[in-house]
Every structure is written in structure tokens, then in C-alpha cells.
């Protein structure tokens, strides 16, 4: 407790907030922060938050509770382990019956859509008070590829399959360095490999890659997103937000890329709900790429040359 008090001593002292809309799922989502840092320590509270919806992207306090001091340690007490002490002077409170501490029987079983955009939502406040420790903002929640079929002449009743494929996007600029590219933050899940997908069900990967320019243009630029490219006749559980609202860049630094699930060469899918995917066609996942940071003028040359040259940017 006393290491994080004097960390937060070091702090200017006062009242910051930040507003962030999401995709939601019948419609945006929009969270709204206000954070107060004091002597005695940080509290957070959604108050203004949108209610609760009637879709499993609820969350329940403890999880608002979770990712919202985490967000806060990585920038505030990052170098202190946790324990009761070092927690106790980080708060959270939240409206009962908002999305962000939703009231019994509210359905919560994709609550991460939602639940992992709140380090980004209190960076956003702290962001304010000390704009050159905070990053911009990253993709946030994990893109899920949630796919279940059956495997093509299979007999009796056991020859289909489900599977949760982990892909992510990019994380916003750092205040000293770029983003990282395909990879989860604040959740911190790894990607699923390939190799395991394909050993396990019918489908097949005909790419996955970088997505080259996804990254917020910026002083620091944000990670790349990725291109999934998947072949085989399956049902798509879709659980994916920064569609409509991609990560916004920070300081005069560019949004990052929004995501894209599409047909190739077809029609758009949603974000959200439960989609087929026909025998012989492929899905394309493009995950969003993490904002930029800072003015992409003030960028050093030899980065902006060295990205071209790796193919990160078209220049």
C-alpha cells in the first residue's frame, strides 16, 4: 500500500474523464469514465454508463472491477506486485444496472467485448493528467473466432465440431515505441496456431498474416491487426467489436484500422450472432490495428522508411 501511495504522490491531483463508444450488439455501447486521483488514492466511476443490454455483453462489478485496477497499476504501479495492499488504494465504483455492473439474471457470457475496453477507457482519463506515460488506445478485446460444423462424411452421432480460434489485434502506440502487433492486451491470451485448428477440424487457413497499414499513423504507430483467411462449410459464432468505432489515436495520432468479417469477395458479416458460412466459401477476418500516438510528422524518417521496406505501411 505505501509503495503505491508514493507512486500516486507523484501525481497531479484532480478529476479527469473520457467517454468511449463501443460497437455494442443491437446497437453502440458507450462507456463513460470519471476518474479522481487524490492523496489517498485513484477512484474510477462509471457513472453515465449506458444500462445494461439484453445480450450476454453485460458485466458483472467484479470484472469491471478486475480490468479497471489493472488498467490503472500498468500505468500507475506497474514495477509493484499485487496484493491487498497495493490494490486497496485503486476504486472502482459503477451504477448498479449499467453495463458495467449489471443486475441478476442479466446474461454476462461474452462480458470480455465490453469488460477489456476498460484499461483503454481509463487511459483515456489518465491520459489528461500524465499524457506522457499513457499509450492510445489498442483493439482491447480478443477477436474469437467461435466456429462449429460437421465433418464432411462422418458417421454415427459424434462427427462434428466447435472451436474457439484466438486471434488479436494490434495495441495503441507507447508513448517511446510502437504498438504490438497481433497481440492481446489487457487479456493477455495468445493466438491459437494454426497447425492446432486444422489438426482438429475440416477447416483449412489459406492465410494469416500482418495487415499491412492497420496501424494508427503516428509519432509511435500502433501494432497491426491481422488478415485470417479460413475455408470450410461452418457456422460463425461472431463476438467482435472496433467495427464501427476503431481505436482512436492519441496526442494527434491516427484511429487504427477498423475490423472487417466478411465473405471474400462476398457481402459483409456482422460483428455479432450467430452466421453461416457456405461450403466452399471463405471467411476473412481483418482484425483493427492500435492507434497512433503523437503527430505522424514528428515520426523519425528511418522508421517510416524501415516500415515500408517490412511492408508495415504502404509508405
Not at 500507475?76 to 472502482?92: D, E
Not at 491481422?226 to 463476438?239: D, N, P, R
Not at 471474400?264 to 453461416?276: C, S, V
Request: glycine residues 16%; proline residues 7%; contains cysteine.
Amino acid at each position: 500500500r505505501a509503495a503505491v501511495l508514493a507512486e500516486i504522490a507523484q501525481l497531479p491531483k484532480g478529476t479527469w474523464s473520457n467517454a468511449m463508444t463501443t460497437d455494442g450488439f443491437d446497437g453502440p455501447i458507450t462507456l463513460r469514465a470519471t476518474t479522481t486521483i487524490s492523496d489517498s488514492g485513484i477512484h474510477v466511476d462509471y457513472t453515465g454508463t449506458d444500462p445494461q443490454a439484453r445480450r450476454g455483453i453485460n458485466v458483472p462489478f467484479a470484472y469491471t472491477t478486475a480490468y479497471t485496477v489493472f488498467g490503472l497499476g500498468c500505468i500507475v504501479a506497474a514495477r509493484i506486485p499485487n496484493n491487498a495492499g497495493s490494490l486497496a488504494p485503486l476504486t472502482v465504483s459503477a451504477p448498479e444496472g449499467c453495463i458495467l455492473n449489471a443486475a441478476k439474471p442479466a446474461a454476462v457470457c461474452i462480458r470480455h467485448i465490453i469488460g477489456q475496453m476498460l484499461p483503454d477507457v481509463v487511459f483515456g482519463c489518465l491520459a489528461q493528467a500524465i499524457p506522457d506515460r499513457v499509450p492510445a488506445e489498442g483493439t482491447s478485446c480478443l477477436w474469437n473466432i467461435i466456429v462449429r460444423g460437421s465433418v464432411r462424411g462422418g458417421q454415427g452421432g459424434n462427427y462434428g465440431f466447435a472451436m474457439a480460434i484466438t486471434s488479436n489485434g494490434g495495441t495503441g502506440a507507447r508513448p517511446h515505441v510502437d504498438g504490438l502487433s497481433a497481440t492481446a492486451y489487457p487479456s493477455g491470451v495468445k493466438g491459437t496456431p494454426v497447425e492446432i485448428a486444422e489438426a482438429i477440424t475440416p477447416l483449412i487457413f489459406w492465410k494469416k498474416e500482418l495487415r499491412p497499414g492497420s496501424g494508427g499513423a503516428g509519432r509511435t504507430r500502433g501494432g497491426l491487426g491481422q488478415i485470417i483467411e479460413i475455408e470450410s462449410g461452418f457456422e460463425l459464432l461472431a463476438a467482435f467489436d472496433r467495427i464501427d468505432f476503431p481505436p482512436r489515436g492519441r496526442n494527434g495520432g491516427s484511429a487504427g484500422a477498423a475490423g472487417v468479417v466478411e465473405i471474400k469477395g462476398g457481402a459483409k458479416m456482422r460483428g455479432k450472432g450467430t452466421q453461416l458460412v457456405p461450403p466452399g466459401e471463405r471467411l476473412v477476418v481483418m482484425t483493427p490495428g492500435g492507434g497512433g500516438l503523437g503527430a505522424a510528422q514528428a515520426r523519425d524518417p528511418a522508421l517510416v522508411d524501415q516500415d515500408a521496406r517490412e511492408g508495415r505501411t504502404s509508405r
